[in-house]
C-alpha cells in the first residue's frame, strides 16, 4: 500500500513541472525592416585612429519609432581579428542594419 502510494505522490508530483511549450513564428519577406528612405547622410572629417585593433564605424541614419535618428560615426573596437564593419544600407523599400564581417 504504502508503495503505491509513493508511486502514485511522485507521478503527481512530477507532472506540476512539466508544462507544454508551443512557439510559432510566422515571417513573411525576409530580414529587414520596412520604412521610408532615411536623410542625406551627414559627411564630416574623422578624427585620428586612437589604435591599431580599431574599425571606423561611419555615422548612419538608423530607424528609431516613425522617424530616423543620427548616429555620428566613430572608432570601434574589433570584435575579432580580421574583423570589418559593413554599414547599414536602405534597399528596396528595406532598413538593413549594419554589422561587423569576417
Known amino acids: 500500500m504504502k508503495t503505491n502510494l509513493l ?3 511522485l507521478l503527481a508530483g512530477s507532472s506540476l513541472f512539466g508544462r507544454v511549450h508551443v512557439s510559432l513564428g510566422i515571417g513573411v519577406g525576409g530580414w529587414g525592416y520596412y520604412a521610408p528612405p532615411p536623410p542625406p547622410v551627414v559627411y564630416y572629417a574623422r578624427p585620428p585612429c586612437p589604435g591599431p585593433d580599431y574599425a571606423w ?12 535618428t543620427w548616429r555620428a560615426g ?6 575579432y581579428a580580421g574583423a570589418y ?3 547599414p544600407r ?9 554589422y561587423w564581417r569576417r
Open 57 to 68: 564605424v561611419s555615422g548612419h541614419w538608423y530607424p528609431a519609432g516613425p522617424r530616423y
Open 85 to 87: 564593419w559593413v554599414g
Open 90 to 98: 536602405y534597399y528596396r523599400h528595406r532598413y538593413y542594419r549594419g
Open 74 to 79: 566613430y572608432w570601434g573596437r574589433r570584435p
Open 7 to 9: 508511486a502514485l505522490l
